[in-house]
């Protein structure tokens, strides 16, 4: 049928609404009732749509040209905008599909008519309107319309228009001749204004606000003045030469304009500004080291520099005058440069007068003479030398106290005047680290509370328990110390590894020390460590502690068993494992056994020992576990558990009994399919541990059918090939032939003697699926274009299984293009004769078994030829009128009709075509195509196509790029069958040149006297909206105008003058820059503006006010005088004044009247004010004028306003007439002079008041007692001598008087051990003094061995001995060395002074501090031996030490013991034994690893308080001794049979561990029993294994070899190890073929089996394919086929 509507050129106007009826289409089917839907291929990108809401309609017709019929029709709507201006013409294409799925679609061009739209929006050229003010008959702006309508023009009304001042003329916005608009009256206007298209139907219009904004005008600074013009040579950089005063009409009444400054010529940077002030701007620095040239500003060279500087005021746009100042330089002496020290740095502690370093100076003036003074020395710890050119040390310098000093050294000439200059030294002072000074062990944390370095903790402790904290100090500040033990007792403690540091004073850091390893009393009741803490720089103290071990009862260590391994032969009952021992750490225990775990009854305790009480069985449980405990009889009594495991001794056994995991396998299975897994059943097998292995042999294989391999798998020996190629008789294990085989399978044991047993086993074979064979497909060819599952041909094959079913899919189904539907192969894509003839396609089919099994074939599908539509067009520049890429057209705007835009080409995969085209759509008849037919020819470069038609695209309308950019057209091309394509192309169009159609000046108005003025910027109307245009003047009265870049200003030599000349007339061109350039002419009127005069005086009509009065006393009233108001237009000027200096806020202007603004008028602080008023004119601009007037304030009386005592205190018991202190009064009347007198009276006494007050003096006059009354009040009245008066109230406080302290006393015990170091604590001093709160000073004075009673032993010298905290009074010791053998205690005076008022008190008296004893560490150990075999046993000796101590010295030689141990002994290989012997630990002594061992030996003292000990190392070194070779390999162990003799096998190789260090040891390699039956090989060149002679696989596949290695060390050692050497089948070819048959009929059909093929072949097992080869002359190879093995 077809597709219509009602007008097949339909039209809809721009901007319909949604759901605007298109119109409707028609479709007609020439099948009655048929059901016909209807749906767009193609909306024009959404803008229409099918009407859904209501039903299609359909009517069945009959007519005479059509016969019967149905027509269905339904309505298009508007779904999108639409937008005659955007695009005229739009696509749709509607599809009609039945309900047989036939379709018809029709492509249809709707044309979207033209209507008038309303205008978008009005727009101001340059920007929002404004205009300067006084500027009448001005034109402000250009309004723009922004239409859609491209064409239409547009009238401007002003609908709101504030005071009529504004008018519109043309499309212009002016003021008019009377607007007057003044930017102080009103800064901006708002206006309403209408535009009005010229459209067709009823005009349209927009209305839009703007604001007018009003620009104020700005004037030229006149002139700038410096406060200063000279400058000191060489002056400092910043140095202010002056300030700088600008002059500005603007300025000339109110200061409304502000300044900034520039300098145009700096005199060679000689100077710079900052802000407003002229400055120096070179550093002096150089100047005053170097002098010369280094000075840039020097009254020598040149006494004065011209500057040139820019000033600009802030008005809009900012204006600038350049003006010349000249500096002068001032000649003045020159100072001293480049003072230097030679060094800088001094060590600490260096002795005094080391030399720091030499000064040094220079000064530019030639003969002066340079003095060295130092400013300032830092407290006198620097000085200078006696000639005055040196720094030395005067005092001991300390980094800890101050790292750094400074001093500051003055050097000075002797000009006139005499100049010098200072400088700041830092002396640095260089650090010498020194070791930490004090560690004290304290019972923070711990276990135990003890006093410090006294540590106590339990034996047994657990590891990790906190003994105490250790504590160390160092002077050094932010030292982070660490802690280490020199010696942890064995190993028994250990210190925290981070240490926690605070750096208030110094350093001071705290470790915990905790338990490491078991502490024994019984072992040892006391430990000694020693712990060192060592400063970042490696310097250390070390400490010796003794730490008490507590005792408690001890646990039972170990319970052993007699006779070494618990054993027992399994079947003995009541026989004796042993006798229990305990082993406790407490002596003379006695222990009581019983059994906690007796193994189910099986063991029995009598009198410590054990025995089983019945037989035991091995198989059953080879070994068990018995739990004893041990008690002993401490109190409270301890026990100890423990597990014995208790072995059953084993004797072998037969196997009893084999197991298959599995005794069924598939029928056809090939070789090595296993079968199952063989087990063997032993009693030696039935305990825990399965400790026998077996070997298994087939003693009957089934005729070769099975086998078992080495790790006892049941496989399949026979080959499958030939069974699964041909079936039948070919397969061994044929379920068919035979369903079960019975095997004979000998298992021989390990034990030993070996036992073995054989067992008879059954193995059933499993029925299995068959695969199908001979698949056939009926037909191979198809027609391009048939329709999808077309049938190309049946398939077809065979299966043994007679109840099978069979099925086929597709394995390679060339990308999806057919199918298999049950047996029929189908198309399932289009197919294309031109693009692929024929295709590819793989069947398998597969029979339906369990599991299913298959075969495949490749077919090939040829494709028939069959007629097709054009497939694609294109269009290129060929023959264009521009060049482009292909389907991307371009073409000028205005281009002829005629222009070739390109060439339509057109292409169609059949031969021989002859197509035509058509224009669907030629964008509203602006294209076409050639009338001349179209050209074609035959392709053969592009695959699958074959014929290719063209034609010219040609211009056929106007074209405006303006209007449209591009353009959409649509092509349909026609085959001789009718069949087509359609293709859309977009043309782009081409801009090209076009003429301006205005020019705009944003403003025409310029200030009169304004030359070399910016007026305005021009502004050319284009369509072209990229163009630049050029302006030039083609009339240019008397030359007072001038454009510059694209602007119109006032010529360098303007003369405009506003009372001369009010207007003038120019005519302006503009050009583009198109191809080819277009120009425009246009006359324009420039106003010019009147300026504003500045006010030329200011009077004041009164001057004076009296102090006090009151604020808004008038003082006078502004009156000012304006050249304005004396011309032609009268008194219009009228002046507004305000203060700009108002005497900081004393006074005020409003309404030009001058007034009090703070009530703060002092006449006697101040009798005149200087006040600055600014007055401004209201002209326009409006000009400001400044001017100073004195106000003089009038004198009158005032009160007192303060009252003063010369002292508000005494001390208690003062005598009656002592003067407290003398009063005073302040009173205004008398700050200039002393004009007032005064009388004082106090107010209210408070009872028994001790105090009168005397003329102005306050005066004592009964008891004062601080502690009854500390303080008084007193409330005084002062009155002057006019009678007013002030009162103020005093707190007189009475002082307390000290008194002296009377004792002290000492907490703590006052003792210390010898040999502490310098700063330990000894105990706290307390004064007692009856003034409380007092605090108190100390002092040592002095010290004296022993117990002293008199005062005359004292030694002052010894005070250095000990140290007392002058404030905390805590007393510790001043120097290390305290020795207990010299003297066991000391005296000490100590002198205590109170803080009390003057005068303090003091007190002296005697301590005594005693000195312990304490115990000294070893010095030095030996070995007497540290040489040892490698490999030696555990247990054997390396030697003895020996341990020098200080305390065995003298007579008290011998006096300690030593215990030796080695440090961290669990990760070495020795241990010590016996105190000081060394032993061997570990069985791991390797030379080639390691000759020499390095270990740390810890020995202690064994002094019962405070044992010490003695860490050092030793190197134990290993000889070496021979080792037999290790991890003999073999690269290869298979072969292949029929190699011969010499075949290579593998290559040995070994290691020997003599050579893990270097090659020491040769290895030699042998076959055991080679070149035998049994050993088919030899060894050959030392390391490499050969066959001996051909291996058959067939014969035997399987060898055992035996290798040997033997290396060259002294003796020589041999290792050897077994392999297993694997033949390899090798394929043999077949060596004849065969062909049962009698021949055939001749005739007969393709497939008739002419015979059976069979091959002779050595290899048992295989399986065979064929092939037909031809025989030259004889035969045709495709006569004959090959189906599996039939011919």
């Keep these: ?278 400055e120096v701007s070179p550093s002096s620095t150089d100047c005053v080291k170097y002098g010369g040239s280094y000075c840039l500003l020097n009254y020598e060279k040149k006494s004065s520099y011209d500057v040139i500087v820019e000033v600009t005021d802030n008005g809009t746009p900012p204006l600038s005058a350049d003006f010349t100042l000249t500096v002068q330089l001032t000649n003045v002496n020159d100072q001293p440069r480049m003072l230097a020290i030679s060094n800088s740095i001094v060590k600490e502690n260096a002795p005094a007068d080391t030399i720091v370093g030499a000064l040094t100076a220079t000064d530019e003036d030639v003969g002066q003479r340079l003095v060295y003074t130092l400013v300032a020395d830092d407290n006198g710890q620097f000085k200078l030398s006696s000639d005055g050119l040196q720094v030395l040390k005067a ?90 033990l020199d010696d942890s007792a064995g190993g028994k403690f250990s210190v925290a590894s981070t240490a926690i540091c605070t750096f208030t004073s110094g350093s001071k850091c705290t470790a915990t020390l905790t338990v490491a390893k078991p502490l024994d009393y019984e072992e040892m009741s006391a430990e000694i460590i020693v712990a060192r803490v060592t400063d970042p720089q490696g310097k250390f103290h070390v400490k010796r502690f003794s730490i008490s071990v507590l005792d408690v009862n001890d646990k039972p260590k170990n319970i052993t068993l007699a006779g070494g391994d618990p054993s027992v032969p399994e079947n003995k009952a009541n026989a004796l494992v042993g006798a229990f021992v305990t082993d406790d750490d407490d ?161 021989t044991d390990s034990g030993v003697p070996p036992l073995d047993k054989t067992f008879s086993v059954n193995i059933t074979l499993k029925d299995i699926n068959d695969r199908p064979r001979d698949l056939q497909l009926s037909d191979y060819r198809v027609y391009e274009n048939q329709g999808v599952g077309t049938v190309i041909g049946l398939l077809s094959g065979k299966d043994e299984d007679a109840l099978q079913h069979l099925s086929f899919n597709l394995s390679d189904d060339d990308s999806g293009r057919f199918q298999i539907v049950g047996k029929e192969l189908q198309k399932a894509q289009q197919a294309n004769y031109e693009t692929s003839k024929s295709h590819y396609v793989t069947v398998v089919m597969a029979d339906d078994g369990i599991p299913s099994l298959s075969i495949s074939k490749r077919y090939l599908i040829e ?45 169609d995969q059949d031969y021989k075509q002859s197509l035509t085209f058509k224009l669907d759509n030629d964008a509203g008849g602006r294209f076409s195509l050639s009338t001349s037919a179209p050209s074609c020819n035959v392709i053969t470069d592009i695959k699958g196509h074959h014929s290719s038609c063209r034609t010219q695209l040609l211009v056929a309308g106007a074209l405006n790029y303006e209007s449209v950019k591009e353009h959409d ?209 209201d002209g326009l601009p409006p000009l400001a004028k400044s001017w100073t007037f004195n106000v003089d304030v009038v004198d009158r009386n005032e009160a007192p306003i303060e009252m003063d005592i010369t002292n508000d205190t005494m001390r208690e018991n003062s005598a009656n007439g002592t003067v407290v202190g003398m009063f005073s009064t302040e009173d205004p009347d008398n700050e200039i002079a002393i004009t007032q007198t005064f009388t004082y009276a106090v107010l209210q006494p408070a009872p028994g008041l001790p105090f009168v007050i005397n003329g102005n003096k306050l005066e004592v006059a009964g008891s004062l007692d601080f502690e009854t009354a500390p303080s008084w009040p ?42 502490s170091p310098a700063g330990t604590y000894v105990a706290d001093i307390v004064a007692v003094d009856e003034d409380a709160h007092q605090a108190h000073t100390f002092q040592v004075l002095g010290a004296a061995p022993g117990v002293q009673t008199n005062d005359s032993a004292m030694d002052a010298s010894l005070s250095a001995a ?46 005594v501090v005693n000195i312990s004893d304490i115990n000294e560490a070893p010095t030095n150990i030996t070995l007497d031996n540290d040489v040892i075999p490698e490999d030696s046993a555990v247990g054997a000796v390396v030697g003895h030490f020996t341990v020098a101590d200080p305390d065995n010295y003298g007579a008290h030689a011998g006096s300690q013991q030593h215990t030796c141990t080695v440090v961290n002994a669990f990760a070495y290989s020795f241990k010590v034994v016996n105190r000081t012997t060394l032993v061997v630990s570990k069985d791991n002594l390797d030379y ?115 290798v040997t290695a033997t290396d060259t060390g002294v003796p020589p050692l041999t290792s050897q190890k077994e392999f297993n050497i694997s033949v390899i089948d090798v394929n043999d070819p077949p060596t004849k073929v065969l062909l049962n048959s009698s021949g055939i009929p001749e005739t007969s059909p393709i497939g008739t089996v002419i015979g059976t093929l069979s091959t002779v072949d050595g290899d048992v097992g295989q399986s065979y394919s064929y092939l037909v080869l031809p025989i030259v002359n004889i035969s045709d190879a495709t006569m004959f086929g090959i189906r599996g093995n039939e011919l």
């Excluded at 087509?980 to 159609?997: E, G, K, L, S, Y």
């Excluded at 270097?1558 to 080679?1570: G, H, P, R």
């Design 395 to 484: 005092k001991p310098t300390d980094y800890e106290t101050k790292a750094a000093h400074t001093i500051t050294v003055k050097v000075t000439d002797n000009g006139i005047p005499p100049l010098s200059m200072q400088r700041d030294i830092q002396i640095s002072v260089t650090d010498v680290n020194e070791a930490p000074i004090d560690t004290v062990l304290t019972s923070a944390s711990g276990q135990k509370t003890f006093t410090d370095d006294h540590a106590t903790i339990d034996e047994n402790s657990k590891v990790g328990t906190v003994v105490g904290t250790l504590v160390a100090n160092d002077l050094d500040a932010n030292q982070k110390l660490t802690f280490s």
């Design 1274 to 1315: 007193l409330a005084v009245q002062s009155t002057d001598s006019g009678g007013l008066f002030t009162i103020h109230t005093f707190q007189i406080s009475v002082i307390d008087v000290n008194e002296p302290p009377t004792s002290f006393r000492m907490i703590a015990a006052g003792f210390v051990a010898e040999n």
């Design 863 to 907: 494709v028939l030829d069959v007629n097709e539509a054009p497939v694609y067009m294109n269009i290129t520049d060929e023959s264009g009128q521009l060049k482009f890429t292909k389907d991307s057209p371009e073409v000028e705007e205005n281009s002829v009709v005629g222009t070739v835009v390109g060439t339509v080409v057109a292409v």
């Design 1 to 278: 049928g077809h597709l219509s509507f009602a007008a097949n050129s339909p039209t809809i106007n721009e901007n319909s609404v949604t759901n605007t009826v298109l119109g409707t289409v028609l479709a007609v089917d020439p099948d009655v009732n048929a059901k016909i839907t209807f749906s767009l291929d193609d909306d024009a990108g959404g803008r229409f749509k099918l009407d859904t809401a209501t039903s299609t309609v359909c009517v069945d017709k009959t007519s005479s040209t059509t016969g019967s019929h149905r027509e269905c029709s339904i309505r298009i709507l508007v779904s999108g905008v639409l937008n005659h201006e955007v695009d005229a013409l739009h696509t749709i294409i509607v599809r009609a599909t039945d309900d047989h799925g036939l379709v018809k679609t029709q492509l249809f061009s709707v044309k979207v008519l033209d209507v008038n739209d309303v205008p978008k929006d009005i727009t101001t050229v340059g920007g929002p309107p404004q205009v300067k003010e006084s500027l009448n008959n001005y034109v402000i702006t250009t309004f723009m319309t922004t239409d859609e309508d491209p064409t239409h023009t547009h009238t401007y009304t002003l609908i709101v228009n504030p005071g009529g001042k504004f008018k519109i003329v043309g499309s212009r916005l002016m003021t008019t001749a009377t607007a007057n608009l003044n930017y102080e009256a009103q800064s901006s206007y708002s206006i309403v204004v209408r535009s009005t298209d010229n459209g067709q139907p009823a005009q349209q219009y927009i209305e839009k606000t703007f604001t007018v904004t009003v620009i104020d005008v700005n004037e030229t600074p006149s002139g700038v003045t410096i406060s200063n013009s000279a400058v000191d040579e060489n002056s400092a950089q910043d140095t202010v030469v002056g300030i700088l005063s600008p002059s500005d009409p603007d300025n000339a009444v109110t200061k409304k304009q502000s300044f900034t400054f520039r300098l145009i010529d700096s005199a060679q940077g000689r100077f710079k500004l900052s802000a407003d002030k002229l």
């Design 587 to 747: 002596i003379s225990q006695t222990f009581t056994y019983t059994l906690i775990n007796d193994a189910s009854g099986r063991f029995v305790m009598s009198n410590g020992e054990l025995r089983t009480t019945s037989a035991l069985n091995y198989e059953q449980t080879p070994t068990l576990t018995i739990r004893v405990r041990s008690t002993d009889n401490g109190v409270p009594a301890l026990y100890l558990d423990k597990d014995f495991i208790i072995r059953v001794i084993d004797i072998n056994e037969q196997p009893t009994a084999l197991h298959v995991s599995s005794k069924q396998i598939d029928e056809n299975s090939g070789t090595g399919g296993v079968i199952g897994q063989l087990t063997t059943a032993d009693p030696d097998n039935t305990g825990k541990t399965a400790w026998q292995t077996f070997k298994y042999s087939l003693v009957d294989t089934a005729g070769g059918r099975f086998e078992v391999d080495t790790t006892g798998a049941l496989k399949v020996r026979a080959s499958n090939v030939a069974c699964l190629a041909l079936g039948g008789t070919s397969c061994w294990l044929n379920y068919e032939q035979k369903d079960y085989y019975t095997l004979l399978i000998k298992t």
């Design 1488 to 1602: 080639e690893k390691e000759e020499v061992h390095e270990i740390e030996i810890q020995c202690w003292d064994d002094d019962v308080v405070a044992p010490l000990f003695r860490n050092q190392q030793f190197n134990i070194t290993l000889t070496n001794v021979n080792e037999a070779p290790v991890n003999i390999q073999l690269d290869n162990l298979t072969i292949d049979e029929n190699l011969g003799p010499h075949a290579e096998l593998a290559v040995v190789s070994a290691v020997d561990p003599d050579n893990e260090r270097e090659q020491l040891q040769n290895i030699t390699f042998a076959l055991l029993n080679e070149n035998t039956t049994d050993v088919p090989f030899v060894m050959t060149d030392g390391y490499i294994i050969e066959a001996s002679r051909n291996l058959d696989y067939e014969d035997r596949s399987l060898y055992n070899l035996v």
């Design 1362 to 1407: 000990f140290v007392i905290n002058s404030t905390t009074g805590i007393l510790s010791t001043g120097s290390d060395g305290f020795n207990f053998e010299i003297t066991s205690s000391y005296t000490v005076w100590i002198s205590t002074t109170d803080y009390g008022l003057l005068p303090s008190y003091s007190f002296t008296d005697i301590i």
């Design 969 to 1177: 057209i649509i092509i349909r091309v026609i085959d001789q069958d009718g069949k087509f394509n359609v293709a859309r192309f977009t043309i782009n169009i081409i801009d090209a040149n076009d003429v301006p159609h205005d020019i705009q000046l944003l403003s025409r108005t310029v200030d009169e006297n304004s030359p070399d003025t910016f007026i305005s910027a021009f502004l050319t109307l284009d369509q072209d909206k990229t163009h630049k245009h050029v302006y030039t003047l083609t009339s240019n009265p008397s030359n007072q105008f001038a454009i510059f870049n694209n602007t119109l200003y006032t010529s360098p030599t303007s003369t405009l003058n506003y009372e001369k000349q009010q207007q003038w007339t120019i005519k302006v061109k503009s050009e583009d820059d198109g191809s080819p350039p277009y120009n425009l002419e246009e006359t324009f009127v420039v106003d010019v503006v009147d300026v504003n005069e500045v006010i030329t005086d200011i009077n004041i009509t009164g001057n004076t006010v009296v102090e006090g009065s009151p604020i808004g006393t008038v003082i006078g009233e502004f009156k000012t005088t304006d050249p304005d108001n004396y011309g032609p237009k009268g008194l219009w000027q009228n002046a507004t004044c305000i203060a700009t200096d108002n005497a900081d806020g004393v006074f005020t202007v409003y309404a030009n009247v001058l007034k009090v603004a703070r009530a703060s008028l002092d006449f006697e602080n101040k009798t005149q004010y200087n006040v600055t008023v600014r007055c401004v004119d």
